[in-house]
């Protein structure tokens, strides 16, 4: 990453977001059924993930986030707007940031 971050910053940035940002939490948080489902599409390339956590007013500031989720009937809605997503055009799958609980900021 770091040689082809040195031929061409954007490139590196684009691949973090997939690699590292997209795929790391499913590597780590997801199920094994999850993994096997989701990971290798996106492993050979064939599928791009991307990164949404900027807000219009907020920024970058993942504490500040107004996008919020909630739980009904075992299922996860999501409410907020995102904006400057990294790999937007081109995802079939992302991480997104959300906040839950607003009382609870940063933790």
């Known amino acids: 990453m770091e040689e082809i971050s040195r031929g061409c910053a954007g490139t590196g940035t684009i691949m973090t977001a997939h690699n590292s940002i997209f795929m790391g939490p499913i ?3 997801a199920n094994q ?3 096997v489902d989701i ?9 791009v993930g991307c ?5 219009p007013g907020n920024g970058s500031d993942a504490g500040a986030a107004s996008t919020n989720a909630k ?3 075992g ?5 907020g707007t995102k904006a400057w997503i990294t790999n937007s055009y081109q995802s079939s799958g992302g991480t997104l ?3 839950t609980d607003k009382k609870m ?3």
């Not at 990971?39 to 599928?47: M, N, R, S």
């Not at 990164?51 to 807000?55: G, K």
């Open 27 to 29: 590597k780590e948080f």
């Open 33 to 35: 059924k999850q993994k």
């Open 39 to 47: 990971l290798p599409q996106f492993v050979t390339g064939e599928l």
């Open 51 to 55: 990164f949404m956590l900027s807000e």
């Open 71 to 73: 739980l009904d009937n």
């Open 75 to 79: 299922n996860w809605v999501l409410n």
């Open 97 to 99: 940031f959300a906040t």
């Open 105 to 107: 900021k940063h933790r």
